[in-house]
């Protein structure tokens, strides 16, 4: 065969080219028949070598250290693969036949594998020292709190247990009850003056934040107590009749002090009605309000009378609310939830989420009916939703040798890898733990939580789940496939996508729908769920919110009935 003929036959066997390309690098299996590569395609077989090479050369740092990549018959350097290549098609005649390029499609394509095999090893190496990296933070953080008076034990239980967390081999069930066998105790990290701004003259000081118990049960369930050992094996029976999580109940054990209020801001029925609900609070509940400086400005510059509300000035202040704020108002829709979320980075209080936006699907509590609903509240038990968060790392590609990474960032709702402004395909591989999943060629990637399910993935094809549910949302965006269901994930993976090198342009990540950032080939982004969820209050319980969020937010189902006349069986 001529290259002429060659060149004109690479058209129409480009989509095969393709395919064995992607199987050999993808999944590293037979890939079956081999279409005849055309010299043109031999020519992006050597550049695809080429884009590998620097990847091997990158990761030599983070192997073994020999600069040698082994497959299962020989050690091929990259360097003098990619050489050898080059002077294999310089000795190869126009006229080859074939069985040359056959031959040739072969050789490329083990050493293409083979390079494959030491990206996938750069990769796992850099995840698992972004958990090394959070394991060392842990640890800072540990020496730290154990300076803070408390449940000594309790922490160091915490953060035993939050570690093992990160090596992924419990599940988020297990972590809970560190005080007692059946219930959380919030008072690890308490201490009796916490460190922050100096209280104005007549503020109340906060001593001690509430204390509060979960417990497990459900309607009919008497002791109401959660059992740990929800699969148990008793003469050689296997059971799971004891669920690992009912229905969660908060129920305070010394009364709540401190209230935290976060307001969507350019509404002025917003603002009316923080400014009502915050002085009924402290007339009448003898409460402490924190509310974002913002709010603090507006509702001092009206009415100086406000002077007892507390706010604060700094990044580092934020970081210690948790430890003085009993309970969160927002007041607005969903995205106040998730702004309230994503101020803290760690330990949330429980959110009592009034509803003053349009949809509200996690903003159960009427507002009008305030007073009723945070008399509730303050009073409990209530019960909560433990809303999971994703924990999701960039890894960049050009930072691979510095100790220090980007900061964790934590989701509510999901994480969100898409083409941004670039007009190509997303080309992204997905790993689950150290499971290739698959490429993603499309618009992109939705990585959501099962609160999320009802936001982007939902409008994206993904399923509706509900948010107790322990799992992890994998909802492609418009992929060019036909067959690329969404896949939900057990919650105790970790998920790596990765931008590859070869692709043809960037991509980008957003959080709860913000923070846009950039991904460059080379870079990844790490999620795994958090060890600090949202607990949000409901009005009834889970399930009966979730339900009625669904039938009157997005009018699941909704269709007329059929009527009774008409041919009947
Ligand atoms: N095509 C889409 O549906 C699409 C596109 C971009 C972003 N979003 C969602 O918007 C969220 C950010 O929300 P925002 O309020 O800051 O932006 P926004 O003001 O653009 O509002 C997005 C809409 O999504 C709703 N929403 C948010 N979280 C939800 C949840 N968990 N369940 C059901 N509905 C939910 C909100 O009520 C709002 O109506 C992102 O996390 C993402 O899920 C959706
Ligand atoms: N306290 C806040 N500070 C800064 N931005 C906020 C705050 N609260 C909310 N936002 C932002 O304001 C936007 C609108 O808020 P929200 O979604 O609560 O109102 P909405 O759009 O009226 O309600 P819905 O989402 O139900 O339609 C969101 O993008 C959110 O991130």
Request: some cysteine; overall charge negative; hydrophobic content about 35%.
């Amino acid at each position: 065969m001529s290259l002429d003929e060659l060149t004109d036959k690479e058209q129409s066997s480009s989509e095969e080219i393709q395919v064995a390309q992607s199987d050999s690098k993808f999944r590293g299996l037979n890939p079956g028949p081999i279409p005849i590569p055309a010299a043109p395609s031999i020519r992006s077989l050597v550049d695809s070598v080429s884009d590998e090479r620097l990847d091997v050369m990158a990761s030599h740092q983070s192997e073994n250290g020999s600069g040698s990549i082994s497959t299962a018959s020989s050690t091929v350097s990259s360097i003098e693969s990619e050489k050898a290549a080059y002077e294999y098609l310089a000795q190869t005649p126009i006229k080859s036949t074939d069985a040359h390029l056959v031959e040739f499609s072969e050789a490329m394509r083990t050493v293409a594998k083979a390079l494959r095999r030491v990206a996938e090893g750069k990769a796992a190496a850099q995840a698992e020292a972004a958990e090394w990296k959070r394991k060392y933070e842990l640890e800072m953080a540990h020496k730290q709190q154990s300076k803070i008076k408390g449940c000594g034990s309790c922490v160091s239980n915490d953060l035993d247990k939050l570690a093992s967390q990160l090596t992924l081999e419990t599940s988020a069930s297990d972590q809970l009850g560190c005080c007692g066998k059946h219930g959380i105790c919030s008072h690890e990290v308490l201490q009796d003056v916490v460190p922050g701004p100096i209280p104005r003259p007549n503020h109340k000081m906060v001593g001690r934040k509430a204390s509060f118990k979960l417990s497990w049960g459900c309607n009919g369930d008497k002791n109401g107590q959660h059992k740990h050992d929800f699969v148990s094996f008793e003469k050689g029976d296997i059971t799971t009749a004891e669920r690992s999580n009912k229905q969660i109940l908060l129920k305070w054990e010394s009364p709540p002090q401190t209230v935290l209020f976060i307001t969507k801001p350019n509404s002025n029925n917003v603002h009316v009605l923080c400014a009502e609900m915050v002085r009924w609070l402290k007339e009448h509940k003898n409460i402490n309000v924190f509310v974002e400086p913002r709010v603090s400005k507006e509702l001092l510059t009206e009415d100086s009378s406000y002077n007892f509300i507390q706010t604060w000035d700094n990044d580092e202040e934020i970081k210690l609310l948790h430890t003085k704020v009993d309970l969160i108002v927002t007041l607005g829709g969903d995205g106040t939830v998730l702004w309230a979320a994503s101020l803290f980075k760690g330990p949330v209080p429980p959110v009592v989420a009034f509803s003053l936006g349009s949809l509200g699907f996690m903003t159960p509590f009427p507002s009008e009916q305030y007073r009723e609903c945070l008399d509730n509240v303050l009073n409990g038990p209530f019960s909560i939703t433990l809303r999971n968060r994703l924990q999701c790392h960039v890894i960049r590609d050009a930072a691979k040798d510095e100790l220090v990474t980007e900061d964790p960032i934590l989701v509510l709702n999901e994480v969100t890898i898409d083409r941004g402004i670039s007009s190509y395909l997303t080309y992204l591989e997905c790993y689950c733990d150290s499971s290739f999943v698959t490429c993603v060629q499309g618009d992109g990637l939705i990585i959501s939580t099962t609160s999320g399910s009802t936001a982007y993935s939902l409008a994206a094809g993904g399923s509706m789940v509900h948010p107790q549910v322990p799992g992890i949302l994998f909802t492609p965006i418009c992929p060019h496939s036909l067959s690329f269901r969404p896949l939900i994930l057990p919650e105790y993976v970790t998920l790596r996508v990765q931008v590859p090198y070869n692709s043809r342009g960037h991509a980008w990540a957003s959080f709860d729908g913000k923070d846009r950032r950039q991904l460059s080939p080379g870079d990844a982004l790490i999620c795994s769920i958090s060890p600090w969820p949202v607990p949000t209050a409901c009005v009834m319980d889970s399930t009966t919110d979730f339900l009625r969020s669904i039938q009157e937010g997005l009018h699941w189902n909704l269709r007329k009935s059929q009527s009774f006349d008409g041919p009947r069986d």
